[in-house]
């Protein structure tokens, strides 16, 4: 029988605006990314007033994501997050059932990655965060960037290159590792 | 107030719940990655289906998640899950998922395990 039943799992890419999601995605996904499109009807959804549906004005947010086969019965998806806040409900549906998330951070902007770090601390999501090494350049010692956001020593502070296959998956793997930490002391 | 151009009735963009008959949640649980495979009976099925759900009958014969059901056949995701939690029912697409329903619950650690094995062997 050559058609598998795969399972499918999931990572959350997150970060701020050009920090490198999509390359980082691009550079181990088996695909040309592809992006899905949702209507942002959850937004409206507390709103009274309503009207009728033809009269909604049809915004959409647009979601990057990759796929990565491992082995023949496990396919990983990379979904990255919309980068505007206003967007952040559809993180709620990103991170449901997820291994966990990269955070990508830019040292020159760290304050961009903020919101992704307190929403994935708030969300209980394991998460690691990585910092993009543009052009293979550190600005700034890990130990530096985990004192500038206040992680704390439980989260993996790494360094990646998105460029790179092999820093991507090293980054993967180090999110793995972790979620399985946490996921083991969580359950003890 | 309501969208009558011409380009409403030709783009699925526009008008979507059209093709739903205005649901806009599909009754069956589908995660963005859940693997939509079509059934045997999907296949025989095919050339009697409505345009979209045949497309997505035909995209299905290698499983493909939900979300590249929504970005390869440019369906919005909401009415992607509508149509394929219907060809479900039908039992013409069949789903693999391993996300639990809770939203805070995570994959368990022999998946992680199988997970960082797969990745290490990249």
Redesign the interface.
């Known amino acids: 029988m050559t058609?598998?039943?795969?399972?499918?799992?999931?990572i959350v890419v997150a970060g701020g605006f050009a920090v490198g999601k999509s390359t980082f995605v691009e550079s181990?996904s088996d695909i040309d990314p592809?992006?899905?499109?949702?209507?942002m009807?959850k937004v409206s959804e507390g709103i009274d007033d309503l009207g009728d549906?033809?009269?909604k004005k049809?915004t959409?947010v647009a979601?990057d994501?990759g796929?990565?086969g491992?082995?023949s019965?496990?396919?990983?998806?990379l979904?990255g997050t919309p980068g505007q806040d206003r967007f952040h409900f559809m993180w709620?549906?990103?991170i449901?059932?997820?291994?966990?998330a990269v955070v990508l951070v830019d040292t020159g902007r760290l304050e961009q990655c903020f919101p992704a770090v307190d929403y994935m601390e708030r969300?209980?999501v394991?998460f690691v965060v990585a910092i993009n090494a543009f052009d293979g350049v550190l600005k700034h010692h890990p130990d530096d960037v985990r004192e500038a956001l206040d992680i704390p020593p439980s989260i993996p502070v790494i360094v990646t290159d998105a460029r790179h296959?092999a820093a991507v998956?090293d980054a993967?793997?180090n999110l793995?590792?972790h979620?399985?930490t946490?996921?083991?002391s969580a359950?003890a | 107030?309501?969208?009558d151009s011409p380009e409403a009735f030709t783009s699925l963009?526009?008008r979507?719940?059209l093709l739903t008959g205005?649901r806009?949640r599909s009754a069956v649980d589908l995660?963005?990655?859940?693997?939509v495979?079509t059934t045997p009976a999907g296949v025989s099925r095919s050339p009697q289906l409505g345009h979209e759900r045949q497309l997505i009958v035909e995209l299905c014969t290698e499983?493909q998640?939900v979300?590249?059901v929504?970005?390869?056949l440019k369906i919005?995701?909401?009415v992607a899950r509508v149509l394929i939690g219907d060809l479900v029912n039908e039992g013409l697409v069949a789903t693999?998922?391993?996300?639990?329903h809770q939203?805070?619950?995570?994959?368990?650690?022999r998946?992680?395990?199988?997970?960082?094995?797969?990745?290490?062997?990249?």
């Open positions: 058609a598998a039943n795969p399972i499918p799992v999931k181990i592809l992006t899905t499109e949702a209507a009807t549906a033809t009269s049809s959409t979601m994501f796929r990565v491992l082995g019965e496990l396919v990983l998806y979904f709620d549906e990103l449901r059932g997820a291994i966990g969300a209980g394991p296959k998956r993967l793997v793995v590792r979620a399985m946490v996921g083991a359950s | 107030m309501t969208d963009r526009v979507p719940y205005g806009t995660p963005l990655e859940a693997l495979r499983p998640s979300a590249e929504s970005a390869i919005h995701l909401q693999n998922t391993a996300t639990p939203p805070t619950a995570r994959p368990d650690l998946l992680l395990e199988r997970v960082l094995d797969g990745l290490q062997s990249l």
